[in-house]
Every structure is written in structure tokens, then in C-alpha cells.
Nanobody, 118 residues
């Protein structure tokens, strides 16, 4: 089964940028959808962005126009470029992979903390 390892989180001032990376180990299939979700203090997990192997991206309303997701299928890696960061973006960011087959597989990384100071 696939394992996901995130990196790139940290502390940044409002208006700054960060780039998150998620490396997947194991066999990756063409139908696998990868993406990012986040969970702030006292909040429910919410969609940040997802991307298909073909490059179709879907963004949560809160990050549209500021974040960009990309995928390198050869390296089994997904990236999240975060620009114009706001304090409201402070959260634990989780990498995710969904494989829809006979039984749907939903895999999560451990998460990486992003803190935006004002």
C-alpha cells in the first residue's frame, strides 16, 4: 500500500509563501487522485486542492487564486504552492490519495504544520 510523506511546512508572515511537497512510495495507478486537505484549530478538515493524473485541479473556495497544486507523476510527488498567505491559513496540512477500485482506498499523510503570523 502507498505511503505519503509531507514536507515544507513552517512559520511564515502574512503575505508570504510556502511550498509543500508530498512524496508517495509504492505503486501508483493512473486513476489515483492526490491532493491536500487542512484542519485548523477547532475546525473540521476542509478541502484545499486535488489533482488528477491528467492534471485536472479542484480548489477550495478559500484558496482559489492564491494556491496552486501540481503533480509530477514520474516522481510520484504532488506539490502545493501557497502564496499570499493569511493567518486564516494556519492549519495542519494533510496529503491525501484516493484510489477508486473494487474497494476505495483513502490514504493520508501524517500532516505538516503551517503557521501564518500577522
Amino acid at each position: 500500500q502507498v505511503q505519503l510523506v509531507e514536507s515544507g511546512g513552517g512559520l511564515v508572515q502574512a503575505g508570504g509563501s510556502l511550498r509543500l511537497s508530498c512524496a508517495a512510495s509504492g505503486t501508483i495507478f493512473g486513476a489515483d487522485v492526490m491532493g491536500w486537505y487542512r484542519q485548523g484549530p477547532g475546525k473540521q478538515r476542509e478541502l484545499v486542492a486535488t489533482i488528477t493524473v491528467g492534471g485536472r485541479a479542484n480548489y477550495g473556495d478559500a484558496v482559489k487564486g492564491r494556491f496552486a497544486i501540481s503533480r509530477d507523476n514520474a516522481k510520484n510527488t504532488v506539490y502545493l504552492q501557497m502564496n499570499s498567505l493569511e493567518p486564516e491559513d494556519t492549519a495542519v496540512y494533510y496529503c491525501n490519495l484516493v484510489r477508486r477500485a473494487i474497494v476505495t482506498i483513502n490514504i493520508w499523510g501524517q500532516g505538516t504544520q503551517v503557521t501564518v503570523s500577522s
